[in-house]
């Protein structure tokens, strides 16, 4: 897919619009919760980017009818699709409450089940950052900001499935809802009984309470502590609470068109990966 170009919307002023996308994701994340198997990475309630759909969709719901709950952030609508990726039904969600959004998938997986599968969902329990939604306030849609934000979601697709291609030892694509990124978590090094032990994080957030707009970043583990972190070719050493280097929102904007976003991008990650692989050579391994 082809890289879209970011810049229609002032990176910073996105977060209104991410918070309410991801408060509607944890409709899909309720429902893995309540209907998939768990998983102990808790896989069963990450999403992926379907390009096709422009959504989050979901993790494969049990049965025949191979059912996905997905979010299309751009117009903040519910879908529930099938395997042919078709939209089986939909709810857009302004102007309605996170229980309408929980209380329509419930119904909507019993209606395409014909009764086989009849829960109320129930969300995992982790904590989201605070907001009217989770006191009953009403989902609000901001078109501009929230097709803003699909976008950034997109290209980070496009470029995470592209790197996990070509990286051995990179796992899938997944955006996870608690933290609301996209990344993949590449295998550095393993123990003896195939576990990682070393490991690095690419991902895009959206923005979160440290970084209000969206940013890039490469991560490691474990962290390197007492060794100098060497140059980037571009972004930025992050050091407050977790260490990793980070491409902010505003930089990657700034870069110009499609084209030079894109090739901005791809050297920070070309510079961070190698970088982030030193350090993690310099790094002892966990003891197990």
């Not at 969709?57 to 609508?77: H, M, Q």
């Not at 901001?142 to 790197?163: F, G, H, V």
């Amino acid at each position: 897919m082809a890289w879209q170009r970011l810049g229609a919307v002032v990176p910073k002023e996105l977060a209104g619009a991410r918070a309410q996308a991801h408060w509607a994701a944890q409709a899909i994340s309720a429902a893995g919760e309540t209907f998939v198997a768990h998983a102990e990475d808790t896989s069963h309630t990450a999403m992926q980017w379907d390009a096709a759909q422009g959504a989050l969709v979901g993790a494969l719901l049990p049965g025949p009818e191979r059912l996905r709950v997905a979010l299309r952030p751009s117009d903040l609508a519910l879908l529930l699709v099938d395997a042919s990726e078709s939209a089986l039904a939909s709810q857009p969600l302004a102007g309605r409450t996170l229980a309408e959004a929980y209380a329509w998938v419930s119904g909507a997986v019993r209606d395409a089940t014909r009764g086989r599968v009849d829960h109320a969902l129930v969300h995992p329990g982790y904590e989201l950052p605070p907001h009217a939604i989770a006191r009953g306030g009403r989902f609000e849609l901001d078109a501009p900001r929230l097709a803003e934000l699909a976008r950034w979601y997109a290209d980070a697709d496009a470029e995470l499935r592209a790197l996990a291609a070509r990286t051995p030892g990179a796992g899938p694509v997944l955006c996870w809802p608690h933290h609301f990124d996209l990344a993949t978590l590449v295998a550095v090094e393993s123990g003896p009984d195939g576990a990682a032990t070393k490991t690095i994080g690419v991902g895009l957030a959206p923005g979160d309470d440290l970084v209000a707009e969206p940013y890039w970043y490469v991560n490691h583990g474990p962290e390197a502590e007492g060794l100098a972190l060497p140059p980037l070719a571009a972004g930025e050493w992050w050091t407050d609470g977790w260490t990793g280097a980070i491409l902010r929102g505003e930089a990657l904007v700034a870069a110009g068109g499609a084209a030079a976003q894109q090739a901005l991008l791809r050297t920070y990650l070309a510079s961070a990966l190698d970088a982030s692989r030193r350090l993690l050579d310099a790094t002892s391994s966990p003891s197990p």
